[in-house]
């Protein structure tokens, strides 16, 4: 069965009201969906053969159904010569930027010990 693309207002994992944030991390949280963004990050348009073997070990059916989600998301758009993300796409990277650095941060009690 086919999932649909989790947007704000929608029912999503963990919200049946569809709350932003949830459609978002529902969203993110879907196998290949963060890699597909950052190999997108340059903003370079590969097409959809580049962008598989960029991603190393994506399926292409998998590939296909990230990317209409995505689209679907409006976080990435096709141009006609490859793969982008959109404003929208742009900004998330943006928003997620400082997660980055905090996670470089990140030191769990249990690594400490």
């Known amino acids: 069965m086919k999932q649909s693309t989790p947007l704000p ?25 963060l890699r597909v963004l950052w190999e997108l990050r340059d903003g370079s348009a590969p097409t959809f053969r580049q962008l598989q073997q960029r991603c190393g070990g994506v399926s292409s059916s998998v590939l296909t159904e990230r990317l209409r989600e995505l689209g679907e998301a409006d976080l990435v758009e096709h141009t006609g010569e490859g793969y982008v993300l959109t404003g929208q796409g742009t900004a998330l990277l943006g928003r997620l930027a400082p997660l980055d650095a905090w996670a470089a941060d990140w030191h769990p009690k249990a690594t400490r010990d």
Do not use: K, N, Y
């Not at 919200?15 to 969906?33: K, Q």
């Open 9 to 33: 207002g929608r029912p999503v994992r963990g919200s049946h009201t569809g709350r932003p944030i949830m459609a978002l991390l529902d969203l993110l949280g879907r196998r290949w969906v």
